[in-house]
């Protein structure tokens, strides 16, 4: 889960990072939804009921259980997201996962609020009310040039390639098993030669090489 919180501090997710310059928390999730799948596998959709907002998460990849290490990751960076914007105003209600009981205690402890195992979905729940809440890391004029960067990537036609996905699960899963995710082991999840592997990275057109081999610990 500190990785996830990491990846707010290192900029690594071009979503988040324009999420952090909207003007607050509403535009922020929205941000979120449309350019998450420039970088990840996965489909974010925010959906209004009575008085809650729901951020749902559904794994486009994910053939089978999706890794726990990769939905904490995802969700701890969800919650970075909105501790750091609303300077903490913006607490999660609580945080639905669809795995089975785990953990709980260390769950409940790090995100700060209840946690429901067995649900339809890994979703985050936020009061409805929190949406308005002004970012104080808004910045108009970044939040306008990464949208409009953002906005021309998507015309292109960029997006996660089908590969990048299937090895981001794969490394997933190498490090819920507690092993190294080196190139070769991710390549044997995959049924793939390691330098077969490396040069589909490499041609991939979404990402530049070199991020798609800083993904994998050789």
């Not at 990491?6 to 690594?12: K, L, S, T, W």
């Not at 701890?76 to 909105?82: N, Q, T, W």
């Not at 953990?103 to 979905?121: K, M, N, Q, T, Y």
Request: net charge positive.
């Amino acid at each position: 889960m500190r990785f996830g919180a990491a990846a707010v501090d290192g900029g690594y997710s071009a979503a988040g990072m324009v999420a952090l310059h909207a003007p607050d928390f509403r535009q922020a999730l929205a941000a979120l939804a449309r350019y998450k799948r420039l970088t990840c596998p996965e489909l974010v959709e925010v959906e209004i009921d009575g008085g809650e907002a729901a951020v749902r998460y559904r794994w486009l990849e994910a053939t089978g259980a999706v890794p726990r290490l990769l939905v904490d990751m995802t969700m701890a960076s969800l919650r970075e997201v909105a501790r750091r914007g609303t300077a903490g105003k913006a607490v999660p209600l609580r945080l639905e996962l669809s795995r089975r009981s785990r953990d709980r205690a260390l769950l409940e402890r790090h995100f700060e609020c209840p946690v429901i195992f067995g649900a339809s979905h890994d979703a985050m729940i936020f009061d409805r009310g929190v949406l308005d809440v002004p970012l104080v890391t808004a910045d108009s004029g970044a939040f306008s040039r990464l949208l409009a960067d953002l906005e021309h990537r998507i015309t292109q036609g960029e997006g996660l390639t089908p590969i990048v996905g299937e090895v981001r699960i794969a490394i997933a899963r190498q490090l819920s098993e507690g092993r190294r995710p080196g190139i070769a082991a991710v390549a044997r999840r995959l049924g793939a030669n390691p330098r077969t592997l490396q040069r589909r990275l490499d041609a991939s057109s979404s990402q530049p090489p070199r991020e798609g081999r800083s993904q994998i610990i050789a």
